[in-house]
């Protein structure tokens, strides 16, 4: 369960991450309310608050999960110290909440462009505050396994993601003149591809093996992961090529996402913990990743379908991105709970296991309630004037749903704590009374 790699030492005060999870679920849980508040009539990838449900989904509840694993990884994993935690939840947590806040909220709103421009600007000071601290640590850090390789990919990733969507916002404000289409064909793949998928690749590399008991991922996984960024930098020009250079293009990534699915699919066939709902999740999550990029092709060759880039961004998001990060954090966050107080030493039986902070049959309820919205998602998508308050219903429910779960595991955890406080307050106790006697 602690593979001998990992600097526990070196692991952040669990206050930091679990804020930025903590975040996640609170901005899933507003996704019910824009949803409901909203009047979307049409299948529309472009239509406002299709924009601003996307970049909800995307920043807020996707992008809080990923920057608090990332800085419990690069940590734990790669040996970043973090000298000053205080320090970086005020530099990435504050703005990127306020920053993605007043992005939805400025497409919600019809794009109005301030709201837009102060959210992509505190997006972007949030990005730049953890590039340089998680490039400037990677770069110092002696780790050189897949997984740290794999982290600065994805924040070189992010970086770009981050740098398009604020030309995209300068060029709606008018401040310059960019050709607005090819910026956000490479927008969404950069953000979707090279900081998403290539962050769960990296993850995954320890995760996998780690908690589902798998072996080790095998050798192409190294050439899927080294390959993706060229390749995302050749599809982003591929405005000035021949169209069947594109297409070309689009097959190899297909084939590069469906190659890292393909053998995660088998490594979870290996699994030793065969009934491990986290499993099962990890499963469906590969296959909509496979269905959700044959969606984002297929639109291309059939544009009059205004579904489907619905679909695809759902399935890449809801299914693929939401789905593993909901699997990770069943498993991530009872073991920091888990972690944390082994830390203080506690006395023989009184820490329970991983599972004691949170059992299976509660991961597996969990599963099914993100299935029933991925599915209430889906038949949105497909008819979104008549079915925009089940998937707004199914989104409160999912979000009470892992804040109840998230409470359970803090009051376990502060139950144990106080056990423990009390304990080791018993001998001193014992021994104060004997000196004043």
Same mark, same amino acid.
């Given at each position: ?55 909800l ?24 110290? #973090? ?8 530099? @990435?947590?504050?703005?990127?909440? #306020? ?12 794009? /109005? ?25 990677l ?32 060029t709606?404000a008018? =401040? ?10 490479? =927008?969404v ?9 290539? *962050? ?12 589902l ?39 190899? *990534? ?13 490594? !979870?066939?290996?699994?030793r913990?065969? /009934? ?16 959700a ?6 639109s291309?060759y ?14 890449? *998001? ?6 593993? &990060?909901?699997? &990770?954090?069943?498993? @991530? ?5 888990? *972690? =944390? ?8 039986? &009184? ?20 299935? @029933? ?15 925009? !308050? ?18 359970? #595991?803090?009051?376990r ?7 423990? /406080? ?16």
């Open positions: 369960m602690s593979p001998s790699w990992l600097s526990y030492e070196h692991a952040p005060p669990i206050w930091l991450p679990c804020g930025f999870f903590l975040a996640a679920m609170l901005w899933l849980a507003a996704l019910a309310g824009l949803l409901a508040a909203g009047d979307m009539n049409v299948a529309a990838r472009f239509h406002p608050q299709a924009l601003a449900a996307t970049h989904l995307a920043l807020g509840v996707l992008g809080n999960i990923m920057l608090g694993a990332l800085l419990q990884l690069l940590a734990v994993l790669a040996g970043v110290p #973090i000298a000053r935690p205080r320090a970086l939840m005020l530099g @990435i947590f504050v703005p990127w909440q #306020i920053g993605a806040g007043a992005l939805v909220g400025g497409f919600f709103h019809g794009m /109005d462009a301030v709201a837009l421009q102060t959210g992509a600007g505190l997006l972007t000071l949030a990005a730049i505050v953890l590039l340089a601290h998680g490039l400037n640590g770069w110092r850090s002696p780790a050189r396994d897949a997984s740290s390789r794999g982290m600065a990919r994805a924040l070189a990733g992010l970086g770009v993601a981050v740098g398009l969507g604020l030309c995209m916002v300068a709606l008018g =401040h310059v003149a960019l050709p607005f289409t090819p910026l956000l064909s490479a =927008h793949i950069w953000a979707g591809i090279g900081w998403l998928l290539l *962050l769960l690749i990296a993850i995954s590399q320890t995760v996998v093996p780690m908690f008991i798998t072996p080790s991922y095998p050798r192409p996984i190294a050439w899927i992961a080294g390959a993706l960024l060229p390749l995302l930098w050749l599809d982003s020009l591929q405005d000035g090529l021949p169209p069947f250079v594109g297409a070309a293009l689009d097959g190899a *990534l297909w084939l590069a996402a469906s190659g890292y699915a393909g053998l995660t699919l088998h490594l !979870l066939g290996q699994s913990r065969a /009934d491990d709902p986290a499993r099962r999740q990890w499963g469906l999550a590969m296959l909509y990743l496979i269905v990029a044959l969606c984002a092709m297929a291309r059939a544009p009059e379908r205004q579904s489907l880039p619905l679909l695809a961004g759902l399935l890449w *998001l809801g299914g693929l991105g939401l789905g593993v &990060m909901l699997a &990770m954090l069943g498993k @991530i966050v009872p073991f920091l709970a888990w *972690l =944390h107080l082994k830390a203080r030493k506690p006395p023989r039986g &009184m820490l329970p296991s991983t599972h004691g902070f949170l059992p299976e049959n509660a991961q597996a309820r969990l599963g099914l309630t993100h299935a @029933i919205w991925l599915a209430c998602g889906a038949a949105w998508c497909l008819s979104p004037e008549s079915l925009r !308050l089940p998937f707004a219903a199914a989104s409160a429910a999912l979000g009470a749903h892992c804040l109840w779960l998230g409470g359970k #595991i803090a009051h955890y502060a139950q144990i704590g106080r056990q423990m /406080d009390e304990h080791a307050a018993g001998p001193r106790q014992a021994l104060n009374a004997r000196r004043r006697r």
